[in-house]
């Protein structure tokens, strides 16, 4: 910003001073200048054009430079403009004052030539740069606020309908502690009689996490849909864990890492296959109200070790049980006083909602998770995922 096209509001009630001030100004540049004689025609002009930088005298009948300062400083749309008073010499302990109340400097009657160009300069160019910043900032914004919406996109929001011939009923939600997240939850039918379903979470957060939390999601989508292709045999989820791992770990300079549980059911028996990647362990919701963390320790998460291998794991639940899958971000969910929401409330959440649907559970838990928190800021993105196996023969039953 030159100095002609910086726009100032002189602000005095002497006419003298306005016109020496008008001549000085000129003198350095400054062509495009607005005088007035009060503090209320000042917040008039203020509030109808916008300024660069005002120039304030501080003793000034009706409304004074302490009352004009206040009243900008308070409106959202004006805060922002640098504020340079004016103020003879013995007024020194009132520049003081205004400075407190976020003046930008001051200048003592008689102006000195130099050091009027010095301080208008310096104020004028942290102005533009505090411009220059905001600008950026509300790009940044849009920027994530369109990085959030493409990462929710990704993740399913239709879920597969239950019905005889596909007896899952499934529900998920992720909600990220920063505009973009490192969590991640997928589920899909991978055959006629064949679920999968996973929740992961990347280490660290943001745009990194979550380009990484997008790469992980795809290997699994990919190397699952490889493996119908190419293989006639039952999906196997350590197998598949394998391949993705060795992928995550080519080119990851960084040491990113995700944890993930992947498992698949066999829809006609109830049977889930399963690797825990350093994952929190899921729990096994029983239709008769028991409800237990599963039996699976965690193996290393993904993107540590190449030549990492992962156990498959199987698990037998009957009909109407249900799983419910989260992320720590869940249970470690932290009160403003410092408390956490911890497994054993979730788990006592769970026992109580034994019967509810996937979508019902999964809103309990996190409408919990939000009241145990209050006010205070979200720490880790939130992840959770909740299915019931509902086999033909129980959803007839329910019906009757």
């Known amino acids: 910003m030159t100095s002609a096209e910086a726009a100032l509001l002189v602000v005095d009630d002497n006419e003298d001073n306005r016109y020496t001030l008008a ?10 200048l607005t005088m ?29 430079g302490y009352e004009v300062l206040e009243q900008v400083k308070a409106t959202p ?108 939850y997928d589920c899909f ?14 280490c660290g957060k943001g745009a990194s996490a979550a380009m990484f939390m997008a790469r992980a ?17 039952d999906l196997d989820p350590g197998e598949l864990l394998e391949a993705v791992n060795r992928e995550l770990c080519q080119d990851n300079d960084d040491c990113m890492f995700v944890t993930m549980f992947l498992g698949s059911i066999d829809t006609r028996s109830g049977l889930i296959s399963f690797v825990n990647a350093g994952h929190p362990r899921p729990h096994l919701v029983s239709s008769t109200g028991e409800t237990k963390q599963i039996d699976s320790k965690p193996a290393l998460p993904l993107g540590v070790r190449r ?9 037998q639940i009957l009909p109407g049980d249900a799983l419910f899958v989260c992320s720590d971000g869940v249970f470690e969910a932290v009160n ?4 956490l929401f911890s497994i054993e409330r979730m788990g ?4 109580q909602a034994n019967a509810a649907e996937p979508r019902e559970m999964v809103r309990i838990i996190k409408d919990a998770v939000d009241a145990f928190m209050g006010t205070a800021s979200r720490t880790d993105d939130l992840t959770a995922l909740a299915l019931r196996w509902r086999p033909a023969e129980t959803a007839e039953r329910s019906i009757v």
């Open 217 to 233: 999601r795809s290997l699994v989508r990919i190397t699952v849909a490889l493996w119908r292709e190419w293989r006639a045999d």
């Open 189 to 202: 039918y991978a055959g006629e009689h064949t679920f999968c379903f996973l929740v992961g979470d990347v």
């Open 336 to 339: 403003g006083k410092g408390d």
């Open 23 to 32: 001549r000085r100004l000129n003198r350095e540049g400054y062509k495009n």
């Open 77 to 184: 749309a004006l805060r922002d403009i640098p504020i340079i008073m004016i103020s003879s010499l013995e007024e020194i302990e009132s520049v003081i004052r205004c400075i407190e109340l976020g003046a930008e400097d001051y200048l003592s009657k008689p102006f000195n030539p130099t050091l009027l160009r010095a301080r208008l300069g310096a104020s004028l160019e942290k102005k533009r740069l505090r411009d220059e910043i905001r600008k950026n900032m509300l790009r940044l914004a849009q920027e994530l606020q369109a990085a959030r919406a493409l990462q929710l996109a990704m993740l399913p929001r239709q879920f597969p309908i239950c019905s005889p011939s596909h007896p899952i009923a499934v529900h998920a939600v992720m909600e990220p502690a920063r505009e973009v997240g490192g969590d991640l």
């Open 348 to 351: 006592q959440l769970l026992r």
């Open 307 to 315: 030549e990492a291998r992962f156990q498959t794991r199987t698990l």
């Open 36 to 64: 007035v004689r009060n503090g209320r025609e000042a917040l008039d002009r203020l509030k109808a054009q916008p300024f660069d930088l005002v120039l304030l005298d501080i003793m000034m009948p009706d409304m004074n």
